[in-house]
Each structure stands twice: as C-alpha cells, then as structure tokens.
Nanobody
C-alpha cells in the first residue's frame, strides 16, 4: 500500500511561483507513472502533469512552458514547479501514482493565485 502526502500549496500573486511536493511511502518500488492533477469546485479533476517511471513527462496545454514536473528517486518524491502563475491556476492540486494495482491519491493541497 502506498501513501502520498502533498505539500507546498498556498497563496501567491499572479506571476509568482510555487513548488509542490508529493512524498510517497510504502510500496513504491514499481509504478507506471506519477502525476499532478487539479480540481476546482463543481468540475472534474484534470491532469496537470505526469512523469513516467522512465522519466518521460507530459503536460496539459494550459501549463506547458510554465510548470515542470520532476522526481527525486532517492526521496520517493515528485515535485511540481509552477511559475508565471495565473488566477485560473487556482485549484486543489492532487498527486497520484499509477501502479499495477491501480491509482492512489494524496489528500490534496490548495493553491490560490490572486490577481
């Protein structure tokens, strides 16, 4: 069983930066990918960025060029560096891991971007 704990959210002005962290514990020795998703009230949870076990990355069009996903294997931690933040980036950000057994989600961290 895997546990994911996100941190790093907060309030930032438009144009600013934040770095989110997702620390994984438990059985993280084998996985397909880890990713960041975000959700606003009344809307579905959307993919923001994903990194595969091989290190390949994929980004939503809305964050391409502004966000960077990375992974520290020694720390079992995935990061999301967010720059040039916009008010529309305001959401709860969730980390997830995709393994053979399925998907596991973190509890989420709030990111609020003020205009």
């Amino acid at each position: 069983q895997v546990q994911l704990v996100e941190s790093g959210g907060g309030l930032v002005q438009a144009g600013g930066s934040l770095r989110l962290s997702c620390a994984a514990s438990g059985n993280v020795f084998s996985f397909f990918s880890m990713g960041w998703y975000r959700q606003t009230p009344g809307k579905q949870r959307d993919l923001v960025a994903r990194i595969t076990a091989a290190g390949a990355t994929h980004y939503a069009d809305s964050v391409q060029g502004r966000f960077t996903i990375s992974r520290d294997n020694a720390k079992n931690t995935v990061y999301l560096q967010m720059s040039s933040l916009k008010p529309e980036d305001t959401a709860v950000y969730y980390c997830n891991i995709h393994q053979r057994s399925g998907f596991t989600w973190g509890q989420g961290t709030q990111v609020t971007v003020s205009s």
